[in-house]
């Protein structure tokens, strides 16, 4: 029967120092056999725009990122700049995302999002906070998250998996995603900024997980506090 109590029994003070460079190394080393999160793998394939990447994002949210990057491309298969997407129905668009959780509403802000770069930026979307944000449904997450992949900014990206490793590691003590992505801007180096993400997405999601975490196999044990772990594998 597996363990119901952490694997390392040591009390918090007893465990060694955290070492970003080392845990990220870690954490680099254990994700390798598994997928790159969303994004960055469709950035791995060439829809590195900041278009493409907003709406690889709006299709992700709420929708497992094996669904994300094979809607993502399906769309993109059909248009890719705000001009193509622009031509398309918001009936056609949602065809085309239909396996994306709320689909219906994605296909119009999809096509707002495309209308609206071409009238105001003409049909280049700029690398801003403000302007990414200002998009209806477009929240600090995905702006970070294009702003850091598409245009090489550093910028922390917190969805669950971010903040509930972070915690669990006891490197932040934060109650929400907004709250971690604060506390880890006064603590990350900013090399880690955008790596946070693409290292803890699949960390998360295959090794750290939200219940029972592999903590017997985990590179990062030594030094994780395990902040709120009752049962593990």
Request: hydrophobic share 40%; with cysteine; net charge neutral.
């Amino acid at each position: 029967m597996p363990s119901t109590q952490p694997t390392d029994r040591r009390s918090p003070n007893d465990k060694q120092p955290f070492d970003i460079d080392a845990v990220m190394a870690g954490v680099a080393a254990a994700i390798e056999p598994y997928p790159p999160a969303a994004l960055f793998g469709l950035a791995a394939e060439g829809f590195v725009t900041p278009f493409e990447q907003l709406l690889a994002c709006i299709i992700s949210i709420r929708t497992l990122d094996e669904t994300t990057t094979e809607v993502a491309r399906r769309l993109f298969a059909q248009a890719r700049t705000p001009a193509q997407i622009a031509t398309l129905t918001p009936g056609e668009i949602d065809t085309l995302i239909s396996p994306s959780t709320f689909h219906e509403a994605k296909c119009h802000q999809i096509h707002a999002i495309a209308t609206q770069v071409l009238d105001e930026y003409g049909g280049e979307l700029p690398c801003d906070f403000a302007v990414l944000t200002g998009f209806k449904g477009v929240g600090p997450k995905c702006a970070n998250l294009v702003l850091g992949i598409a245009c090489g900014q550093p910028r922390i990206s917190v969805d669950i998996h971010v903040h509930r490793v972070t915690n669990r590691w006891g490197y932040v003590a934060a109650k929400t995603p907004e709250q971690t992505m604060a506390a880890l801007e006064e603590t990350l180096p900013k090399r880690y900024w955008v790596e946070i993400n693409r290292r803890l997405v699949p960390f998360g999601k295959h090794i750290c997980t939200g219940t029972r975490p592999r903590c017997s196999t985990c590179p990062v044990l030594a030094m994780c506090r395990q902040v709120g772990v009752t049962s593990h594998r």
